[in-house]
């Protein structure tokens, strides 16, 4: 591919026409397009399996779970509602406009850029994409280049499928999406680090160009005493899941450090380990994804004071990359494993005196993508939601509010901005524009000067 500005630009004059042509808009064009990446879901299920285990080490279940079925369901939902979403909606209008109709109509913004992480390579190309699809948008994806398989599976199979003019993939690491931000764009959708967000930001300034920062952060998980051996079993189930489950902590919203009541976190420990005997097997996690990522996950427990705190795994194999899942309690809280993401398979745990205090803990940091709380204390819960701000909380699960079309998905504050999935999708990349039509048959004036005591008296 040419990557030069005159290279660059001509393809995206490819695109930028094909919107200008109108034929993204049609609510028929939209449809063909969502099938295709249906029908492409499932025709090049077992390569996407394959592209997945290469890049990621990713088992087949999972990949099932977090991209293949989570993306189907996701362009089922958009096929099911679109006509919904592209009708115009009624406005009222208030007596003093009197007659008037006004209609909410949606129009697509027009050139959208998709840049998307190495964590879910096809999940988090493809999800936004239904949304600019359904939207009714011309679009370009730059997946990550640490994903060269599932990159490469993109740029090859999305022309095959879906309308080439329209839907663009270009592979390449920072440079190539340096130079695609210098380009205007009608869209900027962002999925990564808060370090590229700020690029991301700065660069479409220069163009006025609206963005959307999926960012992550560190996700606090409370978990309160839980009786019961059954709801036992299922919340360690939960957390398991949401810490090693998927990517092998290498998520947004994987959980990143729990928050427990002193008296607890021991058992709470033995809890664990017993049942990560079973479901935490290196046959089971994927990989971490590079030398760099290992290095740097490795770096965090070597500090010693974070080290001493290790009371579960912390055994590495260099040879492998592989780093066992590892259990903290009270690391320090100035130690860049507390104050950075982790994005990894260590979980460290802060022991509190009251499960209350985690509300302090949790104000005192930026906002996270989502907040986790094990608890079936009602008061605790209402505290959570009216005290403390995050894109969102689940009550006594984790991971699951992902996969819910009906759920705004995004961060607040320093986890990013701009909420997408579902109904949100489609709104993400359209803009509502108010259409009003006025008659000519009354006419108030008071509206109009010449200004004078009359006009000031009603
Ligand atoms: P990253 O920011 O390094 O890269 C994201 C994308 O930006 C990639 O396509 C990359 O090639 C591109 N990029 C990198 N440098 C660039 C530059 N200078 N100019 C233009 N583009 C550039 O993120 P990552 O390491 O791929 O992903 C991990 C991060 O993403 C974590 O912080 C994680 O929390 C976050 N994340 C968020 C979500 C979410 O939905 N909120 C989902 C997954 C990951």
Known sequence: MDFSADGLEQQLSVVRRCFESGKTRSLSWRKSQLKALQRLLVEKEQEIFRVLKEDLGKHQAEAFRDEVGFLGKSVDYHLANLDKWVAPTKISIPLVAFPTSCQLVQEPLGVVLLLSPWNFPIAL?????????????AVVVKPSELTPS????LETNIPLYLDGEAVKVIQGGPNVGEKLLEQK?????FTGSPRV????????AKHLTPVALELGGKTPCIVDFISGSRDKQTLLK???GGKWGSCYGQACIAIDYL??????ATVLVELLKTMMKTLTKPEYVSNIITKHHFERLCN????????????HGGSIDREKMYIEPTILIDPPLDSEIMTEEIFGPLLPIVTLKKIEDSIDFMKGRPKPLVIYAFTKNETLKRKIVEETSSGAITFNDTLIHYVCDGIPFGGVGQSGFGKYHGKCSFDMFSHGKPVMRRSFLTEFSFRYPPWNED????
Do not use: C, H
């Open 125 to 137: 190309s493809l999800e936004p994409l239904i949304g600019a699809i359904s939207a009714g948008n």
């Open 150 to 153: 599932s990159s490469a599976f």
């Open 185 to 189: 764009w009608d869209k900027i959708f």
């Open 197 to 204: 967000g700020r690029i991301v930001m700065t660069a479409a």
């Open 238 to 240: 939960r957390i398991i």
């Open 259 to 264: 928050l427990v009541e002193e008296k607890f």
């Open 300 to 311: 965090l427990l070597d500090d010693p004071l974070v080290a001493s705190s290790v009371v």
């Open 455 to 458: 006009k000031m008296q009603l």
